[in-house]
């Protein structure tokens, strides 16, 4: 990073650091003092220059370690200051906390200050930074004096507790765990529920109540937050029903897949690769022909192409299609029916040496065409897939452009269209033809390419399946707990999607399915239906 862009970045949070001070000291002098310090810190921060994934997450550790530092020494202040406070709270309790302020233990006390709830913390701070009378902080806070009195009691009498018991901090707040998500179903308004999922701290907090209920003191001591972040966090995936509350006590409202479960799950799929797959290919074969008489664009495309849509339209298409998500998800806030299904991370090929990549179904459209991505994680394909609305808008303008290459780039902005999908691999040039690189089908082209495969001798690749979900089925009703069973159905759906994976490996293993490793965007994972 340059100098002006490093100037330009510190300059971007000056502002941030003196209102984060000026919010918790108790003068503007104090506040400014505390902001130039943080600057400092995290200046020194870049020049040394430190490897930092989240730069607004370590300026804000910054700021919390340097008002910790701060509020520590206002503390050693007062405990040099003569009290003249006629308090009705016993002096031992003040003298308690003044000799633990003085002495090593000041991290314990700092510890237990984070599990205080918003109606506490006011008090304490606004008593021990401030220098309120009770009083006074019982004024401001709108409370009786015999309130703010035993509250302060209460605490002093934790702040000893904490000192004999030493709780100790979770796993969670020095080593966080990872986890994936696979979410499915319809969200109902505008908040989408992916956005409560994308941060550490919340996939922590979601992964430590599964299958076990917290308190809000539970959630602060695992991952080391403050109580009043603690509050606002909870009852933010309350409100969205990542979490349900239950007697005083929060619990993760949808599956945990635990790397145990996991495990026996692919080994139960992937036990099935050779059978299924050859059962699977077997059909598809059967077909091609019949397919490619359809004559939609890309009917023409290799074997090794055409057989990507096939081969995953056979995997699902034992799914009954006729259930919608109200039938198939959990009811959600504004109308939604959606549900997730959480993993904890871990390297299955390493663990089994199973070639495994989650293969998700996307979606999108527009009045006149539908667009659907098979999103392959494969390491070979990753990087170079068509992705969920990419380009869609110009393929959707391509399409209705005349065939004939010389014809239709007369006019520049079709030229300058055309020459961007072949630079992505979507549409190529034969003859002066404009000719799809994936298939494109009519609304009754699709309708045929589906009435083909439906008819189709599914007798041993449902034979196979049911075995499969069987024992999957097995598994999973062993491993869900019984608050979460009514989403049986939903998990063992998600899980049955796998077999996705086992279709794509065995085609690849016997050399029927290519990666196209020669071409710069793989485009065989993407089909689109014009609707008209």
């Not at 400092?40 to 300026?59: G, H, S």
């Not at 406070?85 to 090593?104: C, G, I, P």
């Not at 979410?183 to 992916?194: A, E």
């Not at 707990?481 to 049986?488: E, I, V």
Request: hydrophobic share 35%; glycine share 4%; net charge negative.
């Amino acid at each position: 990073m340059d100098n002006s862009n490093i100037s330009l970045l510190i300059e971007s949070y000056v502002d941030k650091a003196l209102f984060y001070c000026l919010k918790r000291c108790n003068n503007r002098m104090d506040a400014e003092d505390l902001s130039q310090t943080i600057i400092l810190e995290l200046i020194i921060a870049i020049n040394k220059k430190l490897e930092i994934d989240n730069f607004d997450y370590y300026f804000f550790g910054i700021c919390r370690n340097q008002y910790a530092k701060y509020v520590a020494s206002k503390m050693k202040e007062r405990d040099r200051e003569i009290i003249t406070d006629n308090v009705e709270v016993e002096d031992k309790k003040t003298t308690t906390l003044n000799d633990l302020v003085a002495s090593e233990q000041i991290a314990m006390i700092n510890r237990e200050l984070k599990l205080l709830s918003r109606d506490y913390i006011e008090i304490v701070y606004r008593y021990y930074i401030d220098d309120m009378k009770l009083k006074t902080i019982a004024e401001e806070l709108n409370l009786p004096l015999s309130t703010v009195k035993t509250r302060l009691y209460s605490i002093m009498r934790k702040l000893k507790e904490s000192v004999k018991m030493e709780k100790i901090y979770g796993k969670k707040t020095y080593i966080p765990q990872n986890c994936n998500f696979v979410m499915s179903g319809t969200v109902g308004g505008w908040d989408d529920p992916w956005q409560y999922l994308r941060t550490l701290i919340n996939k922590n907090l979601l992964f430590h109540s599964y299958n076990n209920p917290c308190t809000l003191e539970d959630y602060c001591l695992e991952l080391g937050v403050s109580m009043p972040y603690i509050e606002d966090l909870v009852e933010m995936l309350t409100n969205i029903t990542l979490l349900t509350k239950k007697n005083d006590k929060y619990i993760t409202d949808f599956a945990f897949m635990d790397k145990e479960i996991q495990m026996k799950l692919y080994n139960i799929i992937f036990s099935y690769q050779e059978q299924f797959g050859k059962a699977v290919y077997d059909i598809a074969y059967n077909s091609l022909n019949e397919i490619r008489k359809i004559g939609f664009e890309g009917s023409d495309l290799s074997n090794e192409k055409l057989l990507w849509l096939i081969i995953l339209y056979i995997e699902g298409n034992f799914k009954d299609k006729n259930i919608s998500d109200k039938d198939y998800h959990t009811s959600r806030p504004n109308n939604g029916y959606w549900d997730f299904v959480g993993y904890e991370s871990y390297n299955i090929k390493e663990e089994h040496n199973y070639d495994y990549y989650f293969i998700g179904l996307d979606g999108n459209s527009s009045l006149h065409c539908q667009q659907f991505c098979y999103n392959l994680k494969h390491s070979e394909i990753d990087k170079r897939k068509i992705n969920p609305n990419e380009l869609f808008n110009t393929i959707e303008y391509v399409y209705n452009l005349p065939r004939k290459y010389s014809e239709a780039k007369q006019n520049p902005k079709n030229g300058q269209q055309i020459n961007e999908l072949i630079e992505n691999n979507l549409v190529y040039i034969d003859d002066d033809y404009i000719k799809f690189n994936f298939p494109f089908f009519t609304k009754r082209e699709y309708e045929v390419f589906c009435e083909i495969l439906d008819k189709k001798d599914y007798s041993i690749v449902n034979k196979l399946k049911e075995e499969i979900i069987q024992k999957i089925t097995k598994e999973v009703n062993n491993y869900l707990p019984p608050y979460l069973k009514s989403q049986n159905k939903f998990v063992l759906g998600i899980w049955s999607s796998e077999l996705r994976c086992i279709c794509v490996n065995y085609g690849l293993d016997h050399n029927i399915l290519t990666l196209a490793k020669d071409e710069k965007r793989f485009v065989y994972n993407l089909y689109m239906i014009n609707r008209n």
